[in-house]
C-alpha cells in the first residue's frame, strides 16, 4: 500500500511509518515534528511565526496537494493537521478524500469530541475536563473549551468524523468518546514503540531515581505540577532514598537522554493510559507512575501484568504512591521486567503496524 501519514503527536506517526515500511509498504510522513519536540519526518510542515509563516505554509501545501494523491490510505493526527485556522482546512480535507482511496481520523488527543463527551456525557471518572461530576476550570482546560465547542474547529472536527473511511483511537479515553458517535468505523489500535536494544539498568541499593518531563505551557493541564510537587516532597522528605530528574519542554533526543537510567517516570495525572512518553520509558524499564486504570487494561485484553502504578488526580495519592515505591526497593526490579513485557506485548511497532494494516485492507474492501 502507498500510505501518507499527515501531523505528528509525541512520535506516533514517525513510529508506525517504520512499522509499516518493515511490513513492505510505501510511506510518507508530513508533519511539523510536533513543534519543539522536532520528531522525524520526511516531509516538513513546521509553521514560521508571523501572518507570513501561514502564508508561506499554505503556499507549501498547495504546492504539496498534488503530489498528494492517489494513495491507498491518508492518515491524520488529528482533524487540524496542519498548522491553520480550520476555515482553510476543509478545502484541503475535502480534496484529500477526494483524490485518495481512503482516508482515517487518528482519535490520538485534543479534538471536539473529547472536550464535549467529558464536559456532558463524563463517561470517565476524571479527565483532562472532569473530576467526577465537576468541571475542572483551570486556564488551559477553559481555553480548550473555548477553542473546540462551537467553532470552526468543531464544525471541522465533525465533517472529518463524518466522512472520513475510519476512526483509530491510540488511548482507552478517546476510545470511549467516539465508539459511541461512530462504532462501525470506530477502532482501537495501540500507540507503537519501538523497543530499545539496551539491557535494562539493574537496580540494588542505591537511590530511586524519579523523571518527570514538563512541557511547561501546559504543566497544570496534564497535572504535571501537581506531580512535580509531589515528587519534589517526598524527595525532600527522603534524601537519601529518592533522587528526582527533570526535563523542561526540551526535543525528543535530548529529553531521551535525561529520561535513560532513570526507575520510574511520573506522567499524565488524568488520564487512564499511559501516553508515549510514559509508554517509551516503560519499554526501558522504567516504571510508569500515573494512567493504569482497570478499564485500560480490559480494552488491551491483559489479564495478568500490571506494571503502572495508578494514582487519582490527587496530589495525596501521588505522594502515598511514591512513598511506597521508595519504601520497597524489592518491588521495583519486578515492576521494570513487568513494565517492558507489557510494551512487547502491547505496543511493539511492528505487530502494532499490522494491526494499523488489517484495519486499513478492512476499509479498503482487499
Known amino acids: 500500500m502507498r500510505?501518507?501519514?499527515?501531523?505528528?503527536?509525541?512520535?506516533?506517526?514517525?513510529?508506525?511509518?517504520?512499522?509499516?515500511?518493515?511490513?513492505?509498504?510505501?510511506?510518507?510522513?508530513?508533519?511539523?515534528?510536533?513543534?519543539?519536540?522536532?520528531?522525524?519526518?520526511?516531509?516538513?510542515?513546521?509553521?514560521?511565526?508571523?501572518?507570513?509563516?501561514?502564508?508561506?505554509?499554505?503556499?507549501?501545501?498547495?504546492?504539496?496537494?498534488?503530489?498528494?494523491?492517489?494513495?491507498?490510505?491518508?492518515?491524520?493526527?488529528?482533524?487540524?493537521?496542519?498548522?491553520l485556522k480550520a476555515e482553510r482546512i476543509f478545502s484541503i480535507y475535502d480534496y484529500l478524500r477526494r483524490h485518495n482511496r481512503c482516508v482515517v481520523l487518528g482519535a490520538f488527543g485534543m479534538d471536539s469530541y473529547w472536550v464535549r463527551t467529558?464536559?456532558?456525557?463524563?463517561?470517565?471518572?476524571?479527565?483532562?475536563?472532569?473530576?467526577?461530576?465537576?468541571l475542572r476550570d483551570n486556564p488551559d482546560a477553559l481555553r480548550e473549551r473555548a477553542d473546540w465547542l462551537d467553532t470552526a474547529k468543531e464544525r471541522l472536527n465533525r465533517h472529518v468524523a463524518d466522512t472520513c473511511n475510519g476512526i483509530v483511537a491510540g488511548l482507552y479515553e478517546y476510545w470511549v468518546c467516539y465508539r459511541p458517535a461512530f462504532p462501525e468505523k470506530t477502532t482501537y489500535i495501540p500507540y507503537p514503540i519501538e523497543m530499545p536494544k539496551q539491557p535494562v539498568p539493574s537496580f540494588s541499593n542505591r537511590k530511586l531515581r524519579l523523571f518527570i518531563g514538563i512541557n511547561e505551557a501546559r504543566s497544570a493541564y496534564k497535572g504535571t505540577d501537581v506531580m512535580l510537587s509531589a515528587a519534589e516532597e517526598v524527595a525532600k522528605r527522603h534524601p537519601e532514598q529518592v533522587e528526582l530528574r527533570i526535563a523542561r519542554s526540551v526535543p525528543f533526543k535530548q529529553y531521551q537522554e535525561m529520561m535513560d537510567g532513570s526507575d520510574a517516570i511520573l506522567d499524565q495525572l488524568y488520564s487512564y493510559t499511559p501516553s508515549m512518553n510514559s509508554l517509551l520509558a516503560m519499554s526501558k524499564g522504567i516504571i510508569c507512575i500515573g494512567g493504569g486504570e482497570p478499564e485500560h487494561y480490559d480494552l488491551l485484553g491483559e489479564h495478568e501484568l500490571r506494571p503502572i502504578i495508578n494514582v487519582e488526580p490527587d496530589r495525596q495519592n501521588v505522594v502515598e504512591a511514591l512513598e511506597y515505591l521508595a519504601g520497597h526497593p524489592e518491588r521495583i526490579a519486578q515492576l521494570k521486567k513487568d513494565s517492558i513485557e507489557y510494551v512487547r506485548r502491547h505496543h511493539e511497532y511492528i505487530s502494532v503496524a499490522q494491526r494499523y494494516d488489517d484495519f486499513y485492507t478492512s476499509i479498503l474492501g482487499v
Open 3 to 83: 500510505i501518507l501519514l499527515i501531523g505528528e503527536y509525541s512520535n506516533v506517526h514517525a513510529t508506525l511509518a517504520k512499522g509499516l515500511r518493515a511490513l513492505g509498504h510505501e510511506v510518507v510522513v508530513a508533519s511539523n515534528g510536533d513543534f519543539w519536540k522536532d520528531y522525524p519526518r520526511d516531509i516538513d510542515l513546521a509553521r514560521k511565526p508571523g501572518k507570513w509563516g501561514g502564508l508561506s505554509l499554505m503556499t507549501k501545501l498547495m504546492t504539496q496537494l498534488p503530489r498528494w494523491t492517489g494513495y491507498d490510505v491518508v492518515q491524520l493526527i488529528n482533524p487540524q493537521f496542519v498548522e
Open 118 to 134: 467529558c464536559m456532558e456525557q463524563k463517561p470517565l471518572r476524571y479527565s483532562d475536563f472532569n473530576i467526577g461530576d465537576q
